[in-house]
DNA sequence: TATTGTTATACTCTATAACTATA
DNA sequence: TATAGTTATAGAGTATAACAATA
């Protein structure tokens, strides 16, 4: 196993400065190859995600919320009524991980909730005028960011992307 | 049961104003809008990745593998001799996070660790015969997988989603 | 002094079973 | 019998601080 096989390294782009270090042994890794992994959708959609999640926990960190709660509060500021079942099935959570969610942003003055008009079971999810005003504010800041991210991205490389990805998990 | 239906709903295409949409009493939500957040990359991006995970988790359920485990046997497989902390930064983990990985695949045999030629801190990272054999069959099963996924996209398609992707967190 | 690998640990996220009250 | 909401809890995933050995 000595000095058999030259480094894995044959990446898209030949080592353009060679280090002061002999590059006979085959146990050394200089440049690590990840190619086969960039060849799949999960890992690049997973990478992707996380990327731009780090970015929008910095931003929404003012407002106190992270991304399940950006979420649930988006929905119900466009649903006014929607019941926690349609908000499980929207966003695919499960209904025991929402319980909490909701209890605290009811705690938090940013929602309300009254009864179903027609389901004594379930229960109409509204936005406060709090709640309102601070997602229109959170809403805009993750536009803000959107155009951050897809900065390096044409605008019609931007529409794809996202049809693309939709057409994934849709 | 139908007694007032002023829903909020209509099919998710003609209404070209989003935002600042006058909703009278909206107690009743029939269909979910979840516009805004499609139109966000870090919705996107994370649906996509867990819809794919999910099918993932199953198909390699076989080899016992879960996605960090496969990406750590795969690079480990492209680059033998790669470190720990290599594999890290590759894949964006923590060391922490990676000890007892690493130690739990070795327990079973599928890669092996071996003094560093240079550095007396560090492992080089061997696949084993056995981890090896595993892991062109997972591969592929994660190639077929990857083919299932992208069924509905053109080949173009396919590649320019994969770039689009590593233009956001490469 | 900085870095590699490691331990211990805490916190978050996600998943499952089971209960209640209504339909 | 099925569904909405809830409770309790377990497991996986992710995070930070600190330490020993080596550079």
Redesign the interface.
Known sequence: ?ATRRTA?SKSAKPDPSPLS?PVE?????EV??????????????????????EV?LQRMAPYGLR?VEF?VL??IL??????SR??C????LLPPNLVGLIQDLQARGLISK?P???DGRAF?LHPTAQGKALMVQA?AT??TL?AE??E??TPA??K???Q??????L
Do not use: C, W
Not at 89 to 92: D, G
């Open positions: 196993m894995v270090r042994s085959g146990d050394i890794v690590v190859d990840t190619r086969f992994l960039q060849s799949l959708l999960g890992y690049n959609a997973r990478r992707a995600a996380l990327a731009v999640i929008f991304p979420s988006s929905v466009h649903n006014p009524g929607v019941t349609q908000l099935t929207a966003l695919n009254h179903h008009p027609h109409g809403e993750a536009q959107e991210q897809l390096r991205l490389q931007r794809t992307l996202l693309l990805l939709q057409k994934i998990y």
